[in-house]
């Protein structure tokens, strides 16, 4: 984060997404596929992974970040180098060029890449994004154009009245759901590594949640949210194993997931989602 940034507005609220779901059920569930996706570190692999950047990272909401600033990668705040070796081995190129982060869900004819589904450009753009510009691994062909799909979808039209809401527990929760829920209609489809991801999607949300729970009084909320982690992963493997109880798993999680929210919820004004609490750990930890 940028020392020039407002820390309590960018470290707790986000960009509104400005997403347009559409009436088609199939291009719907192909775009909460792509949305669960872009939220995890897992899709990106390698460095990118290890440092806990995903695409949301650089494009918040599906937006842009102005307050981006990665020591090696940025330039000004907001900027990034996509050609640093430090995430790439193939298209490192020895050369500090960073440029500003485009906004995805800005006017489509500003963009660098034609998102035109006739001429499938998009695609294989963000393919070579992940497995070249950060070294990834391979996605999947549901998560590839899940991505695309998503992208798509982000316009400038779609944009709500508010440009930000806060980060909260109930809104990491959803997020976390709605992978989850991605997660099942790809399981039911037969495509458990796709589901994988989508539940790596979930748990990169409880993550995020349970860095901000670190104080001693919140033990209780924290050991609960890390165990629902654990099943999760769990899942994971059953997933990974074509075992049945897969599809019985995520089902009571979603159904236990109200119940763990709540509690979370309870508990959030002793947590860094405060807004005072986190300017005073904010104040603490930044220099100068």
């Known amino acids: 984060m940028a020392k020039t940034a407002d820390p309590a507005r960018a470290l707790g609220s986000i960009p509104t997404e400005c997403l347009k779901i559409p009436a088609d059920p199939a291009l719907a569930a192909k775009i909460e596929v792509g949305r669960a996706a872009f939220r995890t570190q897992v899709l990106l692999g390698g460095q990118a992974a290890r440092a806990g950047v995903n695409c949301e990272t650089c494009h918040r909401g599906g937006r842009t970040n102005p307050d981006f600033l990665f020591p090696g990668i940025s330039g000004a705040p907001g900027t990034a180098d996509v050609t640093s070796s430090l995430f790439s081995t193939h298209r490192g190129n020895g050369v500090d060029d960073p440029r500003p982060i485009p906004d995805l869900s800005g006017p489509k004819g500003k963009l660098k890449v034609d998102q035109d589904p006739g001429q499938k450009k998009l695609e294989p753009f963000i393919h070579g994004l992940i497995t070249e510009e950060f070294d990834g691994p391979e996605p999947t062909p549901a ?66 949640i349970d860095e901000r729970y670190a104080a001693p009084s919140l033990a209780k909320p924290r050991a609960d949210l890390r165990a629902a982690s654990s099943r999760l992963a769990e899942i994971q493997a059953a997933l990974h194993d074509h075992r049945p109880d897969a599809a019985s798993g995520l089902a009571a999680w979603l159904a236990a997931s109200p119940r763990l929210e709540a509690e979370l919820t309870a508990k959030q004004s002793a947590s860094l989602f405060d807004a005072a609490r986190l300017a005073q750990a904010a104040k603490r930890r930044l220099p100068g």
């Open 143 to 208: 998560v590839l154009a899940g991505l695309a799909a998503y992208v798509r979808a982000l316009s400038p039209a779609a944009c709500p009245a508010q440009a930000r809401e806060p980060l909260n527990v109930a809104l990491l929760m959803s997020d976390a759901r709605r992978a989850l829920k991605a997660a099942q209609a790809e399981r039911a489809a037969g495509d458990n590594p796709t589901a994988i991801l989508m539940v790596a999607s979930a748990r990169s949300r409880l993550g995020l």
